[in-house]
């Protein structure tokens, strides 16, 4: 069985709009882009080679195909060396438009497609960018593992990571490292169902129950 894993950069409040350059997704006045660029060194540089040595597919919402569409296929280095050749997967209303080759749009009904494939043989699907699709995903409950390197930056703004409509679910952290930048890379797996316990003492007081009744 396949596996989608998400793999981001995203800030400490949660943004992933724009990591690469100012042009790369200006959308409503976001003025940070290319916010990763002077925190990238030798550690983060492996890291990158180990996520992209093993085989995938890619799985792209549309803004982040148009992006890589538009740079990736002029581009002679070991990134669009992999990228090039792999299948993507694409979530798109505008399926006529994709001409970087080995593009494969999935259709209307993007939750179906993305279960039928996860139960086909074939490489894991990895998802870059894509914040919208990645959001539809976590409301679904599909994806198995989430990559991260968190920026120390607050941004204050964009597109984050995670919405308000994530399906809950428990993660476990499987490996962790710090690059000398302070750019921290955590790879989570799914951890089974969220479990919930009470620090609160046996018997409230009077005024604990107050409180519930009035915030209820």
Avoid at 17 to 22: L, R, S
Avoid at 136 to 157: Q, S
Avoid at 178 to 202: D, I, L, N, P, W
């Amino acid at each position: 069985m396949r596996k989608i894993i998400a793999a981001t950069f995203v800030s400490l409040d949660g943004v992933m709009q724009a990591p690469g350059g100012p042009e790369e997704d200006p959308v409503g006045g976001f003025e940070f882009g290319g916010w990763t660029f002077h925190y990238f060194d030798e550690v983060a540089g492996v890291a990158m080679e180990e996520l992209f040595s093993k085989p995938f597919a890619l799985l792209l919402g549309r803004r982040t195909y148009d992006i890589f569409a538009a740079y990736w296929p002029y581009q002679k280095d070991a990134i669009g060396d992999v990228f090039n050749p792999a299948t993507k997967y694409v979530a798109t209303h505008r399926p006529d438009s994709l001409t970087w080759e080995n593009t494969q749009w999935l259709g209307e009904d993007i939750v179906a497609a993305l279960r039928r494939l996860k139960k086909e043989d074939g490489p894991d699907l990895l998802i870059q960018g894509s914040s919208e699709l990645i959001q539809t995903l976590l409301a679904n409950g599909l994806i198995d593992e989430i990559r991260l390197m968190i920026f120390p930056l607050l941004l204050g703004k964009g597109k984050r990571l995670f919405g308000d409509g994530a399906m809950p679910a428990a993660f476990k952290l499987v490996k962790s490292q710090a690059t000398t930048t302070g750019v921290m890379m955590a790879t989570y797996e799914r951890g089974g169902e969220v479990k919930v316990g009470s620090f609160a003492t046996q018997e409230p007081s009077e005024a604990e129950l107050e409180r519930r009744k009035n915030w209820k």
